[in-house]
C-alpha cells in the first residue's frame, strides 16, 4: 500500500481530483487559467534548465507538478461546463424563461417516463435561429397520437423555458443537482401541437447503437420473452434499465443485488475472459498479441457504444483496456496502478464523473475487492475445492461490501443484510447467464433462435428474479431508514483505512490512529445528537393531496393531517431519516391555532373560520382553497406572512399573490418554494 501511495499517477489523480471539486465551487476565468498553466510549465522547463544540487531540484520538480495537475483539474471542469461557454442557450440573448421561444432540439437520451410525461434529454441546436448548445430536460405529454421519439429525432418546438425545481420537502432527494451533475440546467414541456418533428436527422455512434437495442428489444419480443424477463435480460446484456418495474428494482436492491443489473466491471470482466480464450490462437501469428489486443479492445468499445456508453460501463471498458493492453504486451500491472491511470484518464475527458454516486460506488468496490479481499480470504484456508471457492466468493462480497458500506448509508439508507447469500447464489453462474444470453440475442437478432433455447433461458431468468423476490420479502435481514451524516461517512473511510493498514503492520502509531478514527466517530455521533435535540421546527410540508403539518421538539416530530401516515409515508420518512428523528405522533385533526415560540399561527381552510377576537396571528396558513375575500383577511388580520400549501387549487392561488402583492403582505407558497420551515 505505501509502495502505491507513491505511485506518480497516484499523486497526480489526486491533486486532479482536488482540483475537479475546487472547480466545481469555484469559478476561475478561463483566461487565467490558460495563464496560470503557461507560466506553471514555463518555471518547470526553467527549473530543469538551471538545476542545481542546492536548488533540490526534484523538490521543486514536484510541487510544479501537483500544482499543473491541480490546475488541469480545475481546467478540465471549468471548460467542460457549458455553463462557461458563451454558445450556451442560457447565455443568448434569445433565451427568456417569461415568453415563448422557438428552438431546434435533437433528443440525445431516452429516460424513464412518468405516469404522466415521455421524458427525454436534447441539445438545443437552435434558438430563434442561432446557433447554440446545451442540453435540456424534455417532457412530452402522452397521449394517443405521441409515439416515443428515438436518439437523434430533430424537434422544432415553441414553448418556455422553466427552471428545475429545487426538492419541494425536506431532505428529499435532489434531481435538479442531479441533472446538473449532467450539465441540464433547465426543462420545457410539450404538448402534441406544441412542436414538430423534423425530417432531417444527423447520424450518430449514439442513434445507430439505440437501433440495434431497439431490434434486440423488438426480436426477443416476439420470441416470447415477458416483461419482468425482458427487462431483466435489456440491463443484464444492453445496460437499459428503463423497462425494470418499481417493485422488481426494489427486489434487487433490497436483496443486495442491484449491481447485477448495471452493466459494470463485472460483466465487462466476464466478457473480457471469453474474448481472451476466443483470441489466444491469434498469438501463434506474427505480431499476434497486438492484433489480438486490439481486436478485444475494439470489441469492448464497440459493446459499450452498444450498451448506451453509461458511466458504470465507460468505467470498467476503460480500466479493462488498460488492464489488456499490459495483459497482451507481456506487462504485468499492478491493479492499483491500472484503477488510476483509468480514473485519471475517465476525470480528464469528463469530470463530472466525479460527481455521479456509480462512478464512486464502483471504484470504492473494485479497490476494496483487491485490498481487503486477500486479507480476509487469508484468515482461513479450506481443504476442499468447493469450500475454497465458496471461501472466495463470500470474502470477495464482503470485502466490497466494507468498500461501500458507509457511501451506501449516505445515499440510500438502508443495509442488505442478506446480501452474501444473493452474491453467493447467483455470481457463481452469472458468467454463464451472460455467455447464454449472447448467443440468445445473436441468434434472435437473426431470426434464428431456436424455440427451447428461448424457452430455457427465460425460465433462469424468472427463476433468478424469483430468487431475488424472495430474499428481498426477508424484511428482518433489511436494514431500513439509517440516519448517516456526511462527516459520518468520511470518518468511517478513515476508520476502515487505519484498521485495515493497523493490520498489515501492527504497531503503536497505526493503533493510536485506529484509536484517534473511533473516538473522532464518537464526537461526531455525541455533536450530532445534542444538535438532533436542540432543534425545534414548525413544518408546512408540500402535499398536494391533503394539508401535512408537524412540529419537531428535539427527536420529537407531531404530524398533523387527516390522511393517515402510510398514504404521507415517502414524505414523512424522508424528512425522519434525514434528520434523524426516531419517534413520530399523528394527530388525524389540524387545529385552527397554532403557537411556536413567539409566532402565532393561524390555519384557515374551507370551513373559513378566522375570526377571532383576541388574537392576531403573525402566520396565516391557507389550505383545502377557502372561498374568503382575503384583501378582508389581510386588512383585519395584517399578518406579517401568508403561507398557502399545496393543498389549495392554482386559480385561487393566483388571485391570492396578486392581493398579496397589492397589500405589500409577503407571500410563500409551497409548491412553488417547496415546504415553509419556521425555525
Known sequence: MTKFLKFVPVQLTFWLILGIIVGNFVFINPIYLVVILTLLICMLLLAYLKATKLLRPSLIFTLLVFLISFFIGISSITYKNQLNSKFHYSNSTKFSLEKQVTMLLKISEILKPTNFYNKYEAIVLQLEGEKVIGKILVNVKKDSLNKQLEIDTKLIARTSFEN????????????????????????????????????????????????????????????????????????????????????????????????????????????????????????????????????????????????????????????????????????????????????????????????????????????????????????????????????????????????????????????????????????????????????????????????????????????????????????????????????????????????????????FTRFVLVLVSVISIQLIVIFEKYKLQSTSEFIVFNNAKNSLIAQRFGDDLKVSSKDSLYKTTNIITTYLVGAGIERVQQHLKLKNLYKFHKETILIVDSLEVYDFKSIKPSIIIL????????????????????????SNYKSYVAKWKQTCFKNKTPFYYTVQKGAFILK
Do not use: C
Not at 416470447?224 to 434487487?252: C, P, W
Open 164 to 507: 428545475i425545481n429545487k426538492p419541494l420537502n425536506p431532505h428529499s432527494f435532489n434531481y435538479k443537482k442531479y441533472l446538473k451533475n449532467h450539465q441540464v440546467y433547465h426543462q420545457i414541456k410539450l404538448h402534441n401541437q406544441d412542436f414538430l418533428v423534423s425530417q432531417k436527422r444527423d447520424v450518430t455512434l449514439k442513434g445507430i447503437a439505440t437501433k440495434i437495442r431497439n431490434g434486440i428489444i423488438k426480436s426477443l419480443k416476439e420470441n416470447g420473452f415477458k416483461k419482468d424477463e425482458l427487462a431483466v435480460i435489456t440491463a443484464l446484456l444492453l445496460g437499459q434499465r428503463n423497462s425494470i418495474s418499481k417493485d422488481l428494482m426494489q427486489h434487487y436492491t433490497s436483496a443486495g443485488a442491484i449491481h447485477i443489473l448495471a452493466v459494470s466491471g463485472l460483466h465487462i470482466g466476464i466478457i473480457l475472459l471469453l474474448l481472451l480464450f476466443i483470441f489466444k490462437p491469434i498469438h501463434n501469428f506474427k505480431n499476434g498479441k497486438y492484433i489480438a489486443a486490439v481486436l478485444i479492445v475494439l470489441i469492448l468499445w464497440v459493446y459499450a457504444i452498444i450498451t448506451g456508453l453509461s458511466a458504470s460501463i465507460v468505467r470498467a471498458v476503460t480500466m479493462f483496456s488498460v488492464l489488456t493492453i499490459g495483459l497482451q504486451l507481456n506487462r504485468r500491472s499492478n491493479v492499483y496502478n491500472t484503477l488510476i491511470v483509468s480514473i485519471f484518464i475517465l476525470l480528464l475527458f469528463n469530470p463530472f464523473y466525479l460527481f455521479e454516486v456509480g462512478f464512486q460506488l464502483s471504484y470504492l468496490a473494485v479497490f476494496a475487492i483487491v485490498w481487503i479481499q486477500p486479507k480476509l480470504y487469508s484468515l482461513w484456508k479450506p481443504k476442499l475445492w468447493i469450500l475454497t471457492k465458496i471461501w472466495q466468493l463470500f470474502t470477495v462480497s464482503i470485502a466490497a461490501q466494507i468498500g461501500v458500506l458507509p457511501l451506501s448509508l449516505f445515499y440510500f439508507h438502508q443495509f442488505p443484510g442478506l446480501f452474501f447469500i444473493s452474491n453467493l447464489i447467483i455470481i457463481p453462474f452469472l458468467g454463464t447467464i451472460l455467455l447464454i444470453g449472447i448467443i440468445v440475442i445473436f441468434l434472435s437478432f437473426f431470426e434464428i433462435l431456436p424455440q427451447f433455447l428461448g424457452d430455457f433461458y427465460s425460465y433462469v431468468i424468472h427463476q433468478m428474479n424469483n430468487f431475488v423476490g424472495w430474499v428481498a420479502q426477508q424484511e428482518f435481514f433489511i436494514i431500513k431508514n439509517i440516519s448517516f451524516s456526511l462527516a459520518l461517512m468520511l470518518l468511517f473511510y478513515v476508520f476502515i483505512f487505519s484498521a485495515m493498514k493497523w493490520t498489515e503492520k501492527r504497531n
Open 623 to 646: 389550505r383545502q382553497s377557502p372561498k374568503i375575500n382575503i384583501e378582508r383577511l389581510l386588512k383585519k388580520l395584517k399578518p406579517q406572512l401568508l403561507v398557502v400549501d399545496g
